[in-house]
């Protein structure tokens, strides 16, 4: 009974995986990354199948190549949700010298230095997040 109930929670979220992973190749075709073949709507539902079973190809992939394995699984989970917030944090002290008036981007701890403002706080939880 434990397994079929774990079953059945794990399925929303496999079913919100598909989901969100769709929206996002969504607009990855709409960039031109991919073709717009990707984005075709099916004849008879008006989804876009060929990028849901795309999604699902690769997530069935990743379950074959890691032979199920939940602790593989679990790790390269939180690399990638590392690496996602490292890449953020970069992105974030970019953005604060391309705009450097934007006050979305600020971070406290800043130095000011002849009318300069460096990014000392924001700099520190970049260099952080990457040296994990």
Known sequence: MLV???ALILSG???TAIIGSNGVLTRVVEDGVLPDW???PHPK???TYRLIN??????LATIVISRGNVYLLGEAYAFGVAWSF???ALAV???RFKEPQAERWRVPFNLHIR???IPVGLGLITVVLFSR
């Open 93 to 95: 002290l970019v953005l």
């Open 45 to 47: 539902y008006g989804t």
């Open 4 to 6: 079929l109930v774990g």
């Open 38 to 40: 990707f984005r075709e």
């Open 86 to 88: 490292a890449m953020k």
């Open 13 to 15: 979220a496999v079913n």
């Open 115 to 117: 009318g300069t403002e």
């Open 54 to 59: 795309l999604v699902i190809a690769f997530q």
